[in-house]
Nanobody, 124 residues
Framework: QVQLVESGGGSVESGGSLRLSCVTSGTTISRYAMGWFRQAPGKQREGVAVINNAGITTVADSVKGRFTISRDNDKNMLYLQMNNLKPEDTAMYYC??????????????????WGQGTQVTVSS
């Protein structure tokens, strides 16, 4: 059974940084495309950044230049480095995976496996 568990969320002031981590169990992630998504209260879940099995990344315009996605296949880990955080980044952040390893899309419905989320709160 594939399980994803996020960690690293918290509360920071505007301009601060956080690093989210996601560990996967039940499979090896090397063949998967992986991504980070977020959902703010009252809003739809949206893609933040994804990385496919070739290491090619796609980053949403709203976070480009501030967020970096990376993966360590040997450790079955996915990361999201978030710098210069803004209040509008406040949301629950989710890790997700798809066996369509070549995917570079941020489409929510393209991903089959999801973690439970980690909360990020940015105060002004």
């Amino acid at each position: 059974q594939v399980q994803l568990v996020e960690s690293g969320g918290g509360s920071v002031e505007s301009g601060g940084s956080l690093r989210l981590s996601c560990v996967t169990s039940g499979t090896t992630i090397s063949r998967y495309a992986m991504g980070w998504f977020r959902q703010a209260p009252g809003k739809q879940r949206e893609g933040v950044a994804v990385i496919n099995n070739a290491g090619i990344t796609t980053v949403a315009d709203s976070v480009k230049g501030r967020f970096t996605i990376s993966r360590d296949n040997d450790k079955n880990m996915l990361y999201l480095q978030m710098n210069n955080l803004k209040p509008e980044d406040t949301a629950m952040y989710y890790c997700a995976a798809t066996t369509n390893g070549f995917y570079r899309t941020c489409g929510v419905y393209d991903y089959s496996y999801w973690g439970q989320g980690t909360q990020v709160t940015v105060s002004s």
